[in-house]
Structures are given as structure tokens and as C-alpha cells.
T-cell receptor, first 111, second 116 residues
Framework: QKEVEQDPGPLSVPEGAIVSLNCTYS??????FMWYRQYSRKGPELLMY????GNKEDGRFTAQVDKSSKYISLFIRDSQPSDSATYLC???????????FGKGTLLTVNP | GAVVSQHPSWVICKSGTSVKIECRSL??????MFWYRQFPKQSLMLMAT?????????EQGVEKDKFLINHASLTLSTLTVTSAHPEDSSFYIC????????????FGDGTRLSIL
């Protein structure tokens, strides 16, 4: 079993839709959870950064962490064509700062 | 902000040459920088962790003599691919973590390396 599982998609939605992206993990030591957005031929851009369980909202983006289920989510409201990218979940334990990434989900928002 | 600049963005060179890639944190000091490699349609693979003023820590399977890392200041780390060969062609990405507290990694825009 991989440490972090993420459905690679591709996921295609119409403009304005609510998008739900998810990752599951197996390592209970993970404490820090991140979502990155990566456009083609660019580096990952940090979208959300959360510690332990709970919700965090930033504009159209909401991140949820459920440590009891080892499950994290990213919701995108009112999706836009500019949101079309690969979304990577990443996580790390508190004792070091090496990130473990999911494989990434390719999202296309159609106008 | 937390801006990480990577240079060059794209390099093409002949087999056998050495290539140096720079990673700079522009608006913050980074005690730790990371170097990743990414193959097409795959996730990032950590190559090494670079701490300012000390030797880099390499991941298993990464050749230290092949991928030389120097982190001479709190804002600059370099990756040198020595005697590059076509199989070293890849997308190399650095990240930097701001010093102090629990800080996330911020990534550069990557360097596309093509070895002919």
C-alpha cells in the first residue's frame, strides 16, 4: 500500500461546478497537510496548508483534514477555466519536513 | 510573499557536460532547501535535502557524486548535474522552507534539462 493515494483522474467539470479532490494516507505520523496546484511546465504553487484535523477556507478553496479516517479533501467552489491544472496533495510528519506527495489529479474546467 | 526563483528555466546541452541550476529564495531566508525531480505525468521525487552550511542529505538511490548540491547562504542553493547523460534529462524543481516554526515548502518554477 502506498503511503499516499490520490486518484490521478483526469477530472473534467463545467465552469462554475464544485470540485472535490481527495487523498488518503496510511502513515498516522503525518501532521501537516498541503495542497499544491501545478500548471504544465511550472513548479507547484501552495494553495492550502493545514495542521492536524479540521477545516480551512481561503476564498474559493476549502481544505478538510480527517485524521481519524486518514482522509484529506480540497473543495473548489465556482470553478474557473484558470483552475485547470494538476492538484497535488502532500503531507509530512512533525519530526521532519520531507513531503510525501500524492500522484496528482489532473483537473480540466470547461468554459 | 514567499517567492522562490529557479534559473535557468530550460537548458539544452551535450552529453558529458556539467550543468548548474540555481535556486534562490527572493523574499525570505531559507535554512532548508529541497531538490526534486519530476518525470512526465508523475509526481515529484525528492532527491536531496539541503541545509545551509552543511552537507546535503541524499535520498536512497540518488548518486551524490552525480548530483552535487551546495547551500552556501540562506537564500541560495545550487544543484550541479555532473557529466550529464541523456538519462539525466528531466524536470528539476527546488523548494525552500522559511526558517522558524512550522513552515510549508514553496517551490520554484523548475528547470527543464535536456541532454543531447
Amino acid at each position: 500500500q502506498k503511503e499516499v493515494e490520490q486518484d490521478p483522474g483526469p477530472l473534467s467539470v463545467p465552469e462554475g461546478a464544485i470540485v472535490s479532490l481527495n487523498c488518503t494516507y496510511s502513515n498516522s505520523a503525518f501532521q501537516y497537510f498541503m495542497w499544491y496546484r501545478q500548471y504544465s511546465r511550472k513548479g507547484p504553487e501552495l494553495l492550502m496548508y493545514t495542521y492536524s484535523s479540521g477545516n480551512k477556507e481561503d476564498g474559493r478553496f476549502t481544505a478538510q483534514v480527517d485524521k481519524s479516517s486518514k482522509y484529506i479533501s480540497l473543495f473548489i467552489r465556482d470553478s474557473q477555466p484558470s483552475d485547470s491544472a494538476t492538484y497535488l496533495c502532500a503531507m509530512s510528519a512533525s519530526s521532519n519536513y520531507k513531503l510525501t506527495f500524492g500522484k496528482g489529479t489532473l483537473l480540466t474546467v470547461n468554459p | 510573499g514567499a517567492v522562490v526563483s529557479q534559473h535557468p528555466s530550460w537548458v539544452i546541452c551535450k552529453s558529458g557536460t556539467s550543468v548548474k541550476i540555481e535556486c534562490r529564495s527572493l523574499d525570505f531566508q531559507a535554512t532548508t532547501m529541497f531538490w526534486y525531480r519530476q518525470f512526465p505525468k508523475q509526481s515529484l521525487m525528492l532527491m536531496a535535502t539541503s541545509n545551509e552550511g552543511s552537507k546535503a542529505t541524499y535520498e536512497q538511490g540518488v548518486e551524490k557524486d552525480k548530483f552535487l548540491i551546495n547551500h552556501a547562504s540562506l537564500t541560495l542553493s545550487t544543484l550541479t548535474v555532473t557529466s550529464a547523460h541523456p538519462e539525466d534529462s528531466s524536470f528539476y524543481i527546488c523548494s525552500a522552507r522559511r526558517q522558524g516554526g512550522d513552515q510549508p515548502q514553496h517551490f520554484g518554477d523548475g528547470t527543464r534539462l535536456s541532454i543531447l
